[in-house]
């Protein structure tokens, strides 16, 4: 009986159906089972079917909530300088961006009224005057028109220059302090860099350290990914995500993946060939030990699988190629002594850690 | 419309073809047959209540979703397992989680005799065993306890495990040996 259980046990598990019978299935909430049969009546009376409920953490991944989560960040990021020592917003990037840098204002421009803004503007950019709002700017100029803008208490948005030689669009912050209050005038001038005055970059150079606030950082080179040229991405994922069990090699020496359920991304698996002749123990068919060893040559991942009598060969070809151990799946006693000490030794002089850098992946260990 | 639901003894795919027709009874009397074991799956493969019944929903909205390009080209609960099974996975994947049989190092596999159990003299006498089982599987690898819940939460066959998995037919058996084998050893040392 108990050879029979062994051969065909996927056939005879009524014991086991017996046991679990107790405590088959799981009662769904009324709460559950009322929004999806809602849900089924709305698609079959032309409606949409109610979004269902969603977990909190859930529901931040709505559009909206990336949305606010967004604007939120840009109000705290624009919070950030001081009002009282930001006077000037140098443009990210520009290191001499040769704006005018206009005096503090003698008579501070009205706050919260833009019928103020050409006065103020025409201080920033005498060269043209500003359009008193950008509802009276000519269609066709809306977005080179000088933009003047008003805050109660922040530094406005900085805008770099839409090209070489264009000068953008530029901030200064008056100090109100005094007067209670803060103006910001965003003002964009349309003048050449090389046509203005040698005493704006002058100026802008000699705003004190403390007062330039530098609102952006040049974007920096991402981080180089490892290198994982010689794997697959659905596999490396798998791998990551701890879903890959098993490596399967036939009998012809080309692997088989098996992602266990993970649909079409395993069949883009590309078979692994092994590159010595291995002699891998035929039916792999639930082999008690199943590892995944990539080589380190780049151009060779390896991966091997055996069972413990046949695991000297794979341990062989792990020495051969220093090949790395990265996944011992379950169901084995113990890994063949022959493993293990490959194992130590790989370790001990640092492949281990170097390929596992090289592959970013996470050591596992065998047992 | 012609109803043909035929009441409790028509096929889950002519009740989805009915419902696919419009007929939200239906989909009603489809939902009340697989929403427990569906649940049962999933609770006990994610191991977590509310990740589950987020799955089990999203499951039956993408059945809901589908009704009219259902067609009967596999049994109806392979399909809905199958879908459930792949959001499983997609769960697994968006959390970045590796599974448990992630072994850090120097660490050992799990022992299932170090899993925790209900003292006995709590549990009713015909639920120790199978609360004991059901330990055990929540301590068994990810596939492994994905074919022995879908064998016998869902009653699924061992050819309806691979279309649903979509794993080899052979490392599906392999899995429901090893892991028959070790659920009896497990229940026979805790006797």
Known sequence: MATEQQKRPEDNIDDLVSIYSEVRGQEPTSDLDASILAAARAETAGQSPAEPRRPVA???????AAVASVMLCTVIYFSLPDPDTADYLPIPGVADPGFEVPAAPAEPAAVGSMAAAPAAAEKMAPQRP???SMAEAPADRVSSTPLVSYSEDRAAEPVPPQSAGESGRYESFADHQARGRAATVTAESEEPAGERSPEAGV???SAPAETMVRLATPATSAPEPPDTRTLPQPFLDALRDGLVQRIHVAGDMAAESDLHGMGSEAATVPAFTLETSCAMPAGQDGAPVLLLLLGEQEAAPVAAA???AGSTEASALARS??????RVVTGQDGLPEAFAHAWASMRADGTVRRLLDQYGLQQWSPR | MTDITGGQDASDED????YAQGDAAAFEQLYARHRRVLLGYLVRQLRDQAVAEEIYQEAWMRVIRAREGYQVSAAFRTWLFTIAHNLVLDHYRRQGRRAELV???GDELPDLADTATPPPEDLLAGRQDAEQLLACIGALPFAQRDVVLLRLEAGLTPAEIVAVTGADPEAVKSRLRYAVQRLRK???DGD
């Open chain 1, 130 to 132: 500003a359009a008193a």
């Open chain 1, 203 to 205: 100026a802008a150079k």
């Open chain 2, 15 to 18: 009740l989805m073809l009915s």
């Open chain 1, 306 to 308: 055996g069972e413990s």
């Open chain 1, 58 to 64: 859930e529901a931040w991944r709505t559009p909206f």
């Open chain 2, 103 to 105: 072994l850090a190092d």
């Open chain 2, 186 to 188: 497990e229940l026979q």
């Open chain 1, 321 to 326: 190629s220093e090949a790395l151990c990265v």
